[in-house]
């Protein structure tokens, strides 16, 4: 009879035993994925956030050196480029190795090329520094390799994740932007560059290795969506580009990011030299930059949770719709309390596309290509970068002003609207209505 029983519960203890061996995996999992989600925020506010200061760097170097706008702003254009050139090959990289060894060579490169750029004293040595070298760093800073990491580990939650990394950049901007400011008001140029670049090479490096290196975890799609083109693990297989390059909804994300790079990029850049023309001074324009950065804190959470419970691709193309009146505000009243609201809806409008753009490009390609696929539609985010970049500092150099680079990002804001409009439908909010 005791045998009867033993054999009878046996059963029902090693169906216990399991779960709660499954349960307590997937605790320690959800634990390691805050983790992770956490050290990218960290790189993110140091590196990502950073980028968003080196604006602060052109009127110095213009008022030392005595180059153009254009000329200076040539080295960021640069920096834009072949950090988006360098995509394709940081995608599958990506796909192979993982995100967070990309991470780790980035940071350490990137911290480096603004070591070196203190030491500037000709134009092609500002291009190869902070141009290539530095490009060549924020290349694996990217949404290419944070996005791989957070799409993987975050299956449920993606929008919701990548809003919490975004943030961590608008994090960065908003005290990283004025601290650059005060420093080159402080030390000058050339030591904040050295103040930069050291820590992020020796300090911030090792962090990103050591916080990011776990394995993915093997997570179905959400809902039981697999990969569109065969499973998640395998993602689109050998012919991932072909089939990507010949879907509408992979040309859509990919322009409507080209009209966000040009525009925003060129705000970015030179936000604080508005200031100057309107009548601030310098250190009002790194208090611009930061409230911008502050705003899109608010902006870049709110829209990655309203993609999880609405279609994402409503969410995006209203994000590139609201830009439009903020730019016929700055173009129509030149005061400061105009652009201080410009920085303001710019912040709440400036970050959410990217991060949604990344989420749409997991859910409609899968996880298991997502490098190689996304590091193509971020490519054409970075040639938009370059344009507005250059076009707005020749724009400067010949007019005087903004304005028709302004115009041209307002139009090419509102074809990206267009064009999200006309993505497929399924979504993250369809996804919680079907799983509820």
Known sequence: MSGLCLDLDLPVLGSEFLEGVSSTRRGDQTYLAWVILAVIVLVSFATRGLRFGFGLFITPLVEEFGWGYSEVALSLSLFALISGLLQPLIGELVDRWGGGAIMTIGTLLMGAALALSSFVHDLWQLYLTLGVLAGIGFSGLTAVSTGAVLNAWFPERRGTALGISSAGVNTGQLLLGPLVGFLILSVGWRSSFLLIGIPLALVLAPIAWLGTRARYPQNPEPSGRSSPAGGGGDGLGGGVLRDAFRRDDFRRLALGLFGCGFLMQMIFTFLPTMVLLWGGTKALGGIAVGVLGGCAILGSMLSGTLSDRYPRRTVLALIY????????????????????????????????????????TADQFGTGSFGRVYAFIFLSHQVGAFLGTYLGGLALDLTGSFTIPLIAGMIISMGSGFLSLGLPAWSAGARVQASA
Do not use: D, K, Q
Request: no cysteine.
């Open 321 to 360: 719709f609201a830009r439009i009146p903020l730019v016929v505000l700055a173009l129509s009243v030149h005061s400061l309390w105009a652009l201080m609201v410009f920085a303001v809806g710019m912040g709440l409008m400036g970050f959410g596309t990217v991060g949604l753009t990344s989420a749409l």
